[in-house]
């Protein structure tokens, strides 16, 4: 079994194991005999896939060595921590070659995904921080202290989808497809000499495909010369805000024209209303999970419903919000605009709830950045566009997993 599938079937095990802890915990019990033998289990084979985990990952590392791989001689992510944006920035523009972390990241990245990048890869993890960048001119007699540490940052749409959980799939190269259960073999009751009722399995699937988003800053070329550790923050934080806001966005409602398509435009989502916002509609929306043997692990909701949930109580007359403590009943709740609001007249909220374990994000390409110091406008301001791509996919593996409200009243 290769590295990925035995990772996959890991997790899928550890779901099923929480699954059972959290059924229990939610009726305030302890397991029974039948529940207590399946986690049982469940952690005997979690277990001995990790065990599979580490030999796999042995091997791996010991074919690269083998190859005179240099990554292969420490952790992949010890090499992508170490990455820095500004500096392959600043080789582009002096057009030499990369070295250290750089250069073991792009050339690893180029023999995992099987292409050339047309600049230089760096890993999406380096960007994921929001700023915009710039500097300004000293007066000729009176001197001005750069405080790069003291950088006024904008305010940006709080990300959330990958601080969710969603599962990361790096490295592809071609289109993924993940087969699926589908229906399972009918069994009933019979009388005596009577057929037994007949029913085939089914399998379905799930399909990643690559889908691009990008964009072009322009930067001066003093920005891009400091050495300061806080200059490479701001270089980080422009990127991110062109590409991790994208395809945040995306995860969440994507479906537009080339885009991935993210949970809320996902066919086979549970709907609820909460167009009348009482603690019994927010429990009924929870229960919609509970009967398909979903999972609820948190809410995520727009900024203005997070004022409308935590200014309705409970019950009328007694102490207790809906919203309370960070906290819809015993789930963790997170905010954002990134979750838009449905438009109408008047607009309203949507609340999320559901488990974002189940949501794939798929890279083939981490991102790719292109200088171009030559580029009319910015050559003659000495300045440098800079371009960043990366190459994702998202899909739900169970879109029953999430119920969505989108009548709530703002």
Known sequence: MQLAAIR?????????????????????????????????KFKAEITSLEADEQRATFMEDCERRALGDPVG????????????????????????????????????????????????????????????????????????????????????????????????LSGLSGNLSIPKHGTGTTVGWVAENAALPTGDMSFDGVTLAPKHAGGITEQSRQLIMQSSPDIEQLVRDDLSFML??????????????????????????????????????????????????????????????????????????????????GKVGDLPAYFSNQVAEKTGTPNTGRVIAGDWSQVMLGIWSEVDILVNPYAEGAYSKGNVLIRAMATVDAAVRHPEAFVVADDLAI
């Open 8 to 40: 996959e079937a890991r997790a899928a095990k550890v779901a099923e194991a929480r699954r059972i802890l959290a059924t229990a915990e939610t009726e305030k019990r302890s397991l029974n005999p039948a529940e207590q033998s399946a986690f049982d």
């Open 244 to 325: 991790a806001q994208a395809i945040d966005s995306a995860l969440i409602k994507g479906g537009g024209t080339n885009e991935p398509v993210g949970v809320l435009s996902t066919s086979g989502i549970q709907t609820a209303s909460l167009a009348t916002l009482s603690w019994q509609n927010v429990l009924a929306m929870l229960q919609k999970l509970d009967i398909v043997n979903a999972s609820a692990a948190n809410i995520v909701a727009s900024t203005k419903a997070k004022a409308k949930l935590a200014g309705t109580l409970k019950a009328a007359g007694i102490a207790g919000y809906i919203l309370e403590g």
């Open 73 to 168: 001689d420490r952790s992949f992510s010890a090499v992508q921590r170490q990455v820095n944006v500004v500096e392959v920035i600043r080789a582009q523009m002096e057009g030499r070659s990369l070295s250290g972390a750089a250069a073991e990241f792009a050339q690893e990245t180029e023999r995992r995904t099987g292409r050339k990048a047309q600049g230089v890869f760096v890993p999406l993890s380096a960007i994921e921080s929001r700023a915009v960048n710039t500097t300004s001119t000293a007066p000729e007699l009176v001197p001005t202290i750069h405080r790069a540490d003291q950088y006024i940052e904008p305010f940006r749409n709080s990300l959330l989808a990958r601080r969710l959980g969603v599962r990361v």
